[in-house]
């Protein structure tokens, strides 16, 4: 029944959005050799597929971000556009985040939108440099207030 409505209608926007997202990470791995992907500190497996408009933290684009190797042969990613010490994401949508719904609400604003953390502000309202202390409410860092689609 699912497959037949998703064959009718199609996905919905946002997923098709993050479809998109996907397609086009996935291209850039295969063509530059690099494959990058965000895992949450209590996951065991990856949760999101990193490409060039995926969002860090301090607001700018994983492209702003250096993308060269150190020692270790792990990825030093600076960014080139603010003093975030290094690439770390955070989700675009709320699709992303398993808050589906939200989308359909009269009135939201995807535009607006920005994941929160527990305290209620968001990730823009915390420093973009660890440690991320909310200027808001002065909470020490920011810690997530939802769960990932992937792992939950």
């Known amino acids: 029944m699912i497959l037949q409505c998703m064959q009718q209608l199609g996905p919905a926007p946002g997923a098709k959005k993050i479809m998109q997202w996907e397609f086009t990470h996935a291209n850039e791995s295969f063509e530059s050799g690099v494959y990058v992907t965000w895992l949450s500190p209590a996951a ?14 301090c607001g700018h684009l994983f492209k702003s971000h250096d993308k060269t190797f150190g020692k270790n042969g792990r990825l030093k990613n600076n960014c080139e556009k603010c003093k975030c010490a290094g ?6 949508r709320p699709e992303e985040l398993g808050q589906w719904w939200l989308p359909r609400r009269k009135g939201f604003n995807i535009n607006t939108w920005r994941p929160s953390c527990t305290c209620k502000h968001t990730h823009e309202e915390h420093s973009a440099v660890r440690p991320h202390k909310c200027t808001k409410c002065g909470c020490y860092d920011f810690m997530s207030d ?3 689609i992937s792992c939950d």
């Open 44 to 57: 065991k497996e990856d949760c999101f597929r990193i490409g060039s408009n995926s969002k860090c933290f």
């Open 87 to 92: 690439f770390r994401f955070i989700p675009r």
């Open 146 to 148: 939802f769960c990932c």
